[in-house]
């Protein structure tokens, strides 16, 4: 073999040596943030509670929601999150004052049939603890609110990733009335159960 051919081979397993090395990082890097779809169990709460002068006043659930979440724990910041609750299928500890929540002073669900949440921001806190930031929208107003959120795996099920996530909110913001009927102007937005891995 000359020198010139030689000179070629060199080159030609360089080009092999380079490409093959792109290509590795390329994977690892797409399988480091590759994040999975998740969705919430039939079994989770995605629901509020009301207090007035440190009492809880009612306690709500929503019984249809749409939920989706793209999360990978070793890249938290490129995940994101989108519920979809229906207003109408409200289910409280205080039946009697469902007329008066889903009226027009407060949901007026008869006009504004969904309240929104797509997140904008995870921070990872460590230790399974997150900040997310994104986007509520009720009475077709939206704000900017913050969930203090834990997300673990499951013990039982590596499918599954145990979450708690909760935000206050002042009513007032979304143009609901501030005071009625004995219920506070502060709303605790809770979410519990687990994420199905899809």
Known sequence: MDREQQTKQIAIHA??????LIAGVTFAFSTQVQAQSWTLTPQSNVGFEIKSLGVTVVRAKF????????????????????FVMDV???SLSKPSLKNMILGEDLFY???YKTANFKSTSFKDLGGGQYNIVGNLTLRGITKPV??????KPSTNNANLL??????????SDF???KAIGGVGEKVNIQ??????VQ
Do not use: C, E, Y
Not at 162 to 171: L, Y
Not at 191 to 196: A, F
């Open 63 to 82: 019984n249809r929601v749409q939920s989706s979440m793209q999360f990978d724990a070793k890249a938290p910041q490129h995940a994101s999150t989108n």
């Open 15 to 20: 080009v092999i040596k380079n490409a093959l």
């Open 146 to 151: 913050s969930f203090s959120t834990t997300l």
């Open 88 to 90: 109408n299928s409200l």
């Open 162 to 171: 145990d979450v708690q996530s909760s935000a206050v909110i002042n009513r």
């Open 109 to 111: 669900a008869s006009k």
């Open 175 to 177: 143009g609901m009335k």
């Open 191 to 196: 979410l519990s159960g687990q994420w199905k």
